[in-house]
T-cell receptor, first 111, second 114 residues
């Protein structure tokens, strides 16, 4: 079946620095992508989304970049805070079908 | 507005038993999706219900089933439990016809099969 993302990598970032989390997707026909944040003991929480006809979208302290040529998605978090420590998942949607999630990246913010 | 609630939060079962998990969506949401989350496989889609009908289904065996009631509350059932069914089961709800685009997740039910 389709796969999104790779193994669960970890990323440690100093508080206040910027972080970049990457995701590879395999379905070139996917038309919608979402980043989720999952804190320990909680369900995934929507962060930001982007449609396939866009290259970049900005939110509050977060930016998502989409490179359709290499099927790559990234999430940039600016001025990281301790509360940003979590597992981050990218997910893709093709048509109006189900979400397909990547395995996630664990982000740790070092005080 | 209350979020998605799932009960129970934790459950321990024995191989061969069956289990029923419950999900109450956000008020007004008519779509409920279920996911299984494990360290090895990540988040995998089980099925989605909309207006009491299963609309999408993932690649899970028939031991996994679900249903949705007229008030949009949903249950999922796993029969003949296996050790590999140990996981966090997440439910997500959304409103409108483009349900998959704005899903709100519950805290999950942690199922341990011994």
């Amino acid at each position: 079946g389709e796969s999104v993302g790779l193994h669960l990598p970890t990323l440690s970032v100093q508080e206040g620095d910027n972080s970049i989390i990457n995701c590879a997707y395999s379905n070139s026909a996917s038309d919608y992508f979402i980043w989720y944040k999952q804190e320990s003991g909680k369900g995934p929480q929507f962060i930001i989304d982007i449609r396939s006809n866009m290259d970049k979208r900005q939110g509050q302290r977060v930016t998502v970049l989409l490179n359709k040529t290499v099927k790559h998605l990234s999430l940039q978090i600016a001025a990281t805070q301790p509360g940003d420590s979590a597992v981050y998942f990218c997910a893709e949607i093709f048509g109006n079908e189900k979400l397909t999630f990547g395995t996630g990246t664990r982000l740790t913010i070092i005080p | 507005k209350a979020g998605v609630t799932q009960t129970p939060r934790y459950l321990i079962k024995t191989r061969g038993q069956q289990v029923t998990l419950s999900c109450s969506p956000i008020s007004g949401h008519r779509s409920v999706s279920w996911y299984q989350q494990t360290p090895g496989q990540g988040l995998q889609f089980l099925f989605e219900y909309f207006s009491e009908t299963q609309r999408n289904k993932g690649n899970f065996p028939g031991r996994f089933s679900g249903r949705q009631f007229s008030n949009s509350r949903s249950e999922m059932n796993v029969s003949t439990l296996e050790l590999g069914d140990s996981a966090l089961y997440l439910c997500a709800s959304s409103g409108g016809s483009s349900s998959v685009y704005e899903q709100y997740f519950g805290p999950g039910t942690r199922l341990t099969v011994t």
